[in-house]
Nanobody, 124 residues
Framework: VQLQASGGGLVQAGASLRLSCAAS????????MGWFRQAPGKEREFVAS?????????DYADSVKGRFTMSRDNAKNTVYLQMNSLKPEDTAVYYC?????????????????WGQGTLVTVSS
């Protein structure tokens, strides 16, 4: 599966952005999906994940709980990350990823496919 992330940009603290990740292929619904981010000089970190639909779990990093919401539209082969109340520390390149594991959550080695990333910059 090929992944294309989009929707990043430059916003002020407190603003909102919605990221999208479009996937190619007819088997999108079989994949668990995740969002990760990588700030300059830091390791890539988990943001959110959506399990395979048969079990339906949505997991979030503590740092984004209550502010970010992940959603999924299998008919459009797309997952979204709605980001509200953005903070300067949310500044990073955001990546989407796909996994055939049931509920990969923050385990990066369970994701086999990665998108190219979209930059989110939050100014104070």
């Amino acid at each position: 599966v090929q992944l294309q992330a989009s929707g990043g940009g430059l916003v002020q603290a407190g603003a909102s952005l919605r990221l999208s990740c479009a996937a190619s292929g007819r088997t999108f619904s079989r994949y668990a999906m995740g969002w990760f981010r990588q700030a300059p000089g830091k390791e890539r970190e988990f943001v959110a994940s959506w399990s395979r639909d048969s079990i339906y779990y949505v997991d979030y990093a503590d740092s984004v709980k209550g502010r970010f919401t992940m959603s999924r539209d299998n008919a459009k082969n797309t997952v979204y990350l709605q980001m509200n109340s953005l903070k300067p520390e949310d500044t990073a390149v955001y990546y989407c990823a796909a996994s055939l594991s049931m509920r990969p959550k923050e385990n990066r080695n369970e994701y086999s496919y990665w998108g190219q990333g979209t930059l989110v910059t939050v100014s104070s």
